[in-house]
């Protein structure tokens, strides 16, 4: 079946750089996808989406790039702070909201 | 504030008995989700609902079962019949038709 996964289960950056978080998907057919983020103890929180229909889409600090050629999704985080440190998640969502996530991927950010 | 509360945060129960997990949403949102959790994996779901009375089942459902008898309420029930009910649950809703999903705290089961 369709699974969607990230490339590295951990990541460690210092305070100040750029954090890129990777994520492979399979399903070729998926329209929208959404990265979350997840920190101890709560609820993922929805950080960006895109549709498949787009390349590059930036919000606030993120930066979400869809690369349907080789089916790469990336999240890139600009001037990574320690509010930043949780669980990222990639989902693969259909239309009607059902969503397929990957493992995760953990970030730290070391001061 | 509008969002969705699921309770309670930490539960505990003795193998065998079935229990109920709540989760309530104020936004007027037609779909419900559920989903589990176990420690460094993804979710997964386990029973949506996109209207009132009307539920399918996810990728887990087995154990499992839900109702939906109104728009706000989404209660998961973990049966006997769930070999590993161990896990963290979350619950989510989203507008019909939006893809993006908003999510509770999450209710941290423990059987023993």
């Known amino acids: 079946g369709e699974s969607v996964g990230l490339h590295l289960p951990t990541l460690s950056v210092q305070e100040g750089d750029n954090s890129i978080i990777n994520c492979a998907y399979s399903?070729?057919?998926?329209?929208?996808f959404i990265w979350y983020k997840q920190e101890s103890g709560k609820g993922p929180q929805f950080i960006i989406d895109?549709?498949?229909?787009?390349d590059k889409r930036q919000g606030q600090r993120v930066t979400v790039l869809l690369n349907k050629t080789v089916k790469h999704l990336s999240l890139q985080i600009a001037a990574t702070q320690p509010g930043d440190s949780a669980v990222y998640f990639c989902?693969?969502?259909?239309?009607?909201?059902?969503?397929?996530f990957g493992d995760g991927t953990t970030l730290t950010v070391k001061p | 504030d509008g969002g969705i509360t699921q309770s309670p945060k930490y539960l505990f129960r003795k193998e065998g008995q079935n229990v109920t997990l709540s989760c309530e949403q104020n936004?007027?949102?037609?779909?419900m989700y559920w989903y589990r959790q176990d420690p460094g994996q993804g979710l997964r779901l386990i029973y949506y609902?996109?209207?009132?009375?009307?539920?399918q089942k996810g990728d887990i459902a087995e154990g499992y079962s839900v109702s939906r008898e109104k728009k706000e309420s989404f209660p998961l029930t973990v049966t006997s019949a769930q070999k590993n009910p161990t896990a963290f649950y979350l619950c989510?809703?989203?507008?019909?038709?939006?893809?993006?999903?908003?999510f509770g705290q999450g209710t941290r089961l423990t059987v023993v």
């Open positions: 399903n070729s057919a998926s329209d929208y």
């Open positions: 895109i549709r498949s229909n787009m």
């Open positions: 989902a693969e969502t259909d239309n009607a909201g059902k969503s397929t």
């Open positions: 936004l007027n949102h037609d779909a």
């Open positions: 989510a809703s989203s507008i019909e038709g939006q893809s993006v999903a908003f």
């Open positions: 609902s996109q209207i009132v009375n009307d539920f």
